[in-house]
């Protein structure tokens, strides 16, 4: 699993966002440490584009999207507690929604039609006026799978510490993995040293009658 594949491993950019914070390897890896990964994370789950992404990186000061970035991991660790709590119960409390609100009411979007090589398009553009206006992008993400996900689709990874949510988007409904490559294989690992164990201890031995 690669950074882009361990950005994306939750197939739901609110997972993701949870994920931005896990440890498939053992060791905790952040994503969002300063205002420039932030940026780059965001664009990575395609919630900016490249172009956006440098324009932001240009228009706000490094201190703005470091505040953002700060702002961007109090956000998630409360957001891990409420998507744990919802894909448990279904409930989203009234607090919850007051708050997410909040953040969504900053958003300040307006549409503009645009040529390009495959014809005419409508497409949503943002008037960003601030750099923690960013925060509406996760948050719009959360919303959405609060309102329309599947709960009973939401897991996290069996591998011990890993921390990774996902949304198990397979045909049979029975992943247990954040990757396969990872913690899949690391408990094929596990299994296969303790059937090895197995065949390797001695008999036990029976008490004399």
């Known amino acids: ?61 490094a201190q703005d999207l470091d505040d953002a970035a700060a702002e961007a991991r109090g956000l998630r660790e409360w957001l891990r507690g409420v998507v744990s709590a919802w894909a448990g119960t279904g409930v989203v409390p009234a607090g919850v929604a007051r708050r997410l609100n909040r953040h969504l009411a900053a958003d300040s979007q307006y549409r503009q039609l645009t040529t390009t090589e495959a014809g005419t398009e409508l497409v949503t553009r943002r008037r960003w006026t601030e750099a923690r206006q960013l925060l509406v992008l996760p948050v719009a993400a959360a919303a959405d799978l609060l309102a329309h996900a599947d709960r009973a689709l939401v897991h996290m990874c069996d591998g011990p510490a890993c921390g990774i949510w996902f949304y198990d988007r397979t045909k049979s409904h029975r992943r247990r993995w954040c990757s396969m490559a990872v913690c899949g294989n690391r408990d094929k690992v596990r299994n296969h040293r303790a059937r090895g164990e197995l065949r390797t201890a001695p008999a036990a031995v029976r008490p004399a009658r």
């Open 1 to 61: 699993m690669d950074g882009t594949e361990l950005a994306n491993a939750g197939d739901h950019a609110a997972l993701n966002f949870l994920n931005t914070l896990s440890a498939p390897w053992g060791e905790e890896i952040e994503l969002l440490a300063s205002g420039r990964d932030f940026l780059g994370w965001l664009m990575t789950i395609d919630l900016l584009d490249g172009a956006e992404r440098a324009r932001l990186a240009r228009k706000f000061r």
